[in-house]
């Protein structure tokens, strides 16, 4: 069902590709004469789950800040759509407001309490709804602030690093509800990590940024409920790595990828 | 219950080695009587006026030095009666109320005007901060030859003085709201009314609360002092007129009235803080 799933989204992202939600063309971004950004361009259909691999300074946490609306970008054509959120590595709560008056921050609703109940019972914080942020841990405050950016239903859910800082286990969790919950609101989301792992647990798709440019993109056709001890994630996890210049034990494999690739979804298909 | 450490020349020299027997509460069931802490408390200071009081009687310490604690006692008690105290204490309450009022919004507003918009900052916060470095008590000359000596001095006193910690503290806690908050705020598509009430504001509020404090404390002492030029009421002038009379048991009294109100001020003070800023993690995790 879930292989099904991902199927369907890419074959809807082929025809629908004028409706995609984000669309960079030629993008840059310059500080003095360095390109963060450089002629970049990229599509993120409806409903897709893409993550941002890349090195420090490769520029994704810049193209993340564009999409935003957080930075301006120096020359190319940019679309997103305006219903738009963003959860970062830090929770960024304001400490003066309880987790629903955060949840709910900025909104114009009729009965702003309720929503704000309803998105944190979502990620599972019915208990602490008056709570201040002081009083929260780290995992539970990055789940108010997930609950915040859902509550807007937005078309692009934009992650710099959120899960960076939780503890492993945390982090497993967060995977799981994640997933969970971009099911359910069907954003298109933007995942920019540093861990590998994490990317092919999550996206649809990889994209590998290197100084500014898509280096390469590999789509991961897995099936969920993804775990690293799956057949075909090393071979992902090894060529992304060699992407990003690790050289791992089994570099060589790279070369091979296409036929992985295939093993890949046969084994997608025979689950 | 006895804790064996082995010494170092024994043959396991190299480790330490705790063995406690498992706890015994012999506690259970009735409760010890302990005195409460505030008593314990009270004990050295009521030593201490002991020893005053009888270094008083035995002649030790003359009364134009300092007067007995006893005589203070009955002394305190004829003015609370006869209402002297509550009038001057009224007089002196209400100057140091009506200056800082006065001063603590003129540094709020110029705070914000100055925090808040860059037009603002650049016409006031380098006069501001220029008429910050006078010391307000300098000023008294000035002030005398141009509003007398009258009640207006006093308070503009107290007003020059408080007004500066309240704009300085406030003015920083506007501009150092981190900006990964303001970057939220932006995302979540806050306007500017709606980022300065539901973060700027709250935000600075500590930093204010500071600058309150200070200017509290600067407001007593500019009372002390405005209060001994020329007054014919007051604290500092129940102070100053018993210098003249050489009675060290109302200049004392005077002082411990000082003393009673900034304890008082900083207890409202406290709990205002903890109303208002019951986020802060010291005070959100109780």
């Given at each position: 069902m879930a292989a099904t799933d991902v199927l369907h989204t890419t074959q809807n992202s082929a025809l629908t590709a004028l409706a995609a939600p984000v669309q960079l063309?030629?993008?840059?971004r310059q500080f003095g004469q360095q390109k963060v950004i450089d002629e970049l361009n990229l599509d993120i259909a409806p409903g897709e789950f893409v993550a941002l691999l890349g090195a420090s300074g490769s520029g994704k946490t810049?193209?993340?800040?564009?999409?935003?609306?957080?930075?301006?970008?120096?020359?190319?054509?940019?679309?997103?759509?305006?219903?738009?959120?963003?959860?970062?590595?830090?929770?960024?709560?304001?400490?003066?407001?309880?987790?629903?008056?955060?949840?709910?921050?900025?909104l114009n609703i009729s009965n702003p309490h309720a929503r704000a109940l309803d998105a944190l019972a979502e990620v599972g914080l019915s208990h602490r709804v008056n709570a201040y942020p002081a009083t929260l841990s780290g995992g539970e405050a990055q789940r108010v602030a997930l609950a915040r950016g859902l509550v807007r239903e937005p078309k692009l859910l934009l992650l710099d690093e959120p899960f960076a800082a939780l503890d492993a286990l945390t982090r497993i969790r967060m995977h799981q509800l994640i997933i969970e919950l971009w099911r359910k609101h069907t954003p298109a989301v933007l995942l920019v990590t540093h861990d590998v792992d994490e990317a092919i647990l999550l996206a649809d798709r990889v994209i590998v940024l290197e100084q500014g440019k898509i280096a390469d993109e590999v789509r991961i056709d897995l099936p969920r409920q993804r775990s690293t001890a799956q057949t075909g994630f090393q071979a992902i996890r090894t060529r992304l790595l060699g992407l990003l210049g690790v050289d791992s034990a089994a570099a060589h494999d790279t070369a091979e990828a296409p036929v992985v690739q295939d093993n890949l979804r046969r084994f997608a298909n025979v689950r | 219950m006895s804790e064996k450490t082995l010494?170092?020349?024994?043959?396991?020299?190299?480790?330490?080695?705790?063995?406690?027997?498992p706890r015994v509460d012999t506690n259970a069931g009735r409760k010890r009587w302990k005195a409460p802490d505030f008593v314990v408390r009270l004990l050295s200071p009521l030593a201490l006026l002991l020893l005053w009081e009888l270094a008083s009687q035995t002649g030790l310490l003359?009364?134009?030095v300092i007067a007995a604690p006893s005589q203070i006692g009955g002394t305190l008690w004829a003015m609370i009666e006869s209402g002297e105290l509550g009038t001057h204490l009224w007089v002196s309450l209400h100057r140091a109320l009506?200056?800082?009022s006065i001063g603590v919004c003129i540094g709020v507003v110029a705070a914000l005007v100055s925090g808040l918009s860059k037009k603002g900052e650049v016409i006031l916060d380098s006069p501001m901060q220029m008429l910050?470095?006078?010391?307000?008590?300098?000023?008294?000359?000035?002030?005398?030859?141009?509003?007398g000596i009258g009640e207006f001095t006093k308070v503009a006193l107290i007003v020059t003085g408080t007004t500066f910690p309240v704009y300085l503290n406030l003015y920083s806690g506007i501009r150092n709201i981190d900006p990964k908050l303001i970057e939220a705020a932006n995302t979540l598509g806050l306007n500017r009314r709606q980022l300065i009430w539901h973060v700027i504001l709250p935000g600075s509020l500590p930093s204010f609360f500071v600058g309150l404090r200070y200017s509290l404390g600067i407001s007593w002492l500019a009372l002390v002092f405005v209060e001994q030029i020329n007054t014919t009421a007051g604290i500092g002038y129940l102070a100053s007129d018993a210098r003249d009379f050489m009675r060290t048991d109302v200049i004392v009294i005077c002082l411990l009235?000082?003393?009673?109100?900034?304890?008082?001020?900083?207890?409202?003070?406290?709990?205002?803080?903890r109303y208002a800023l019951a986020w802060r993690p010291t005070f959100a995790r109780n």
């Open positions: 063309r030629n993008v840059v810049t193209l993340l800040r564009a999409l935003a609306g957080l930075d301006a970008i120096d020359s190319g054509q940019l679309r997103v759509p305006l219903a738009r959120a963003a959860v970062f590595q830090e929770p960024r709560l304001m400490p003066w407001k309880s987790a629903w008056k955060n949840v709910v921050l900025g | 010494d170092s020349r024994s043959p396991e020299s190299g480790f330490l080695i705790v063995d406690k027997p003359p009364s134009r009506l200056g800082l910050r470095t006078i010391p307000s008590l300098a000023l008294v000359p000035l002030f005398i030859l141009w509003f009235i000082y003393s009673i109100l900034g304890l008082v001020i900083d207890a409202i003070i406290r709990t205002l803080e």
